[in-house]
């Protein structure tokens, strides 16, 4: 039997792409996720995530990576109620991945409330019949989908540093992180606009290029009102 596992890494940070991973293996290779300790990958570091990406690609039959760039996420949930909208695009392109590994059966880490909801919305997808297991925490409760966890997480980690390498250092991509902020305020000083590796459907992101237009506006106010005092 051939069992596939599928999760994300990326999807809440305002800067760089999402990044959907699965894995096709084997049922009887499945052990041998096991014995290498995979395990979810926000509780591994770095350097721990490689070593096990590597060894991972070793073991399965086949994976697939797909990269949804910001543009790509804000076309999708702009508009709209950001959370739904972005369960379904998740679920479309799991269904892609699943399409392209034709496994016998597939758990995938729930992005929805609803654990079912969105099993169903994959599998509308999807042209042929196969078993999905939808839950929550699946990345900690199946190897087989903390394996494909690490595969996402490295894959979006080295977008990442590539970013950084040619525009400096913004700090994680999160809107909670301080150094990620003052990267998009000083960009937006600069620039006046958001470059594509951004997501400007991110209330963050609106909200700094708001205060930015209405700073802006201000400085103009108060130099018309002074021209005007001044005839």
């Given amino acids: 039997m051939l069992i596939c596992g599928i999760d994300d890494a990326g999807r809440g940070p305002v800067i760089g792409p999402l990044v959907i991973a699965g894995i096709l293996v084997n049922e009887s290779d499945l052990q041998?996720?096991?014995?290498?300790?995979?395990?979810?990958?926000?509780?591994?570091?770095p350097r721990r995530r490689e070593e096990l990406a590597e060894q991972i690609l070793g073991i399965v039959k086949r994976h697939?990576?797909?990269?949804?760039?910001?543009?790509?996420?804000d076309a999708v949930v702009e508009g709209g109620r950001r959370l739904n909208r972005l369960n379904r695009l998740e679920a479309r392109v799991m269904a892609r991945i699943i399409s392209e590994l034709k496994p016998d059966i597939v758990y995938v880490d729930a992005s929805d409330v609803l654990p079912e909801r969105f099993k169903q919305h994959i599998l509308e997808e999807i042209p042929f019949e196969v078993k999905i297991v939808s839950e929550h925490k699946a990345d900690k409760n199946y190897p087989v989908?903390?394996?494909?966890?690490?595969?996402?997480?490295?894959?979006?980690?080295?977008?990442?540093?590539?970013?950084?390498?040619?525009y400096g250092?913004?700090?994680?991509?999160?809107?909670?992180?301080?150094?990620?902020?003052n990267?998009?305020?000083?960009?937006?000083?600069?620039?006046?606009?958001?470059?594509?590796?951004?997501?400007?459907?991110?209330?963050?992101?609106?909200?700094?290029?708001?205060?930015?237009?209405?700073?802006?506006?201000?400085?103009?106010?108060?130099?018309?009102?002074?021209?005007?005092?001044?005839?």
């Fill in 32 to 45: 041998k996720l096991v014995q290498l300790g995979v395990k979810d990958s926000k509780l591994l570091s």
């Fill in 64 to 73: 697939s990576i797909v990269k949804v760039q910001p543009w790509e996420v």
């Fill in 145 to 166: 989908v903390s394996a494909a966890s690490i595969i996402a997480k490295v894959e979006r980690d080295r977008e990442i540093e590539s970013l950084k390498r040619k």
């Fill in 169 to 181: 250092d913004f700090g994680s991509g999160y809107p909670t992180d301080p150094k990620t902020i």
């Fill in 183 to 231: 990267f998009l305020r000083n960009w937006i000083k600069t620039h006046d606009s958001y470059p594509d590796f951004v997501r400007k459907s991110w209330k963050t992101a609106k909200e700094i290029f708001r205060s930015r237009n209405e700073r802006d506006q201000r400085i103009l106010s108060d130099y018309w009102r002074q021209q005007k005092s001044k005839e």
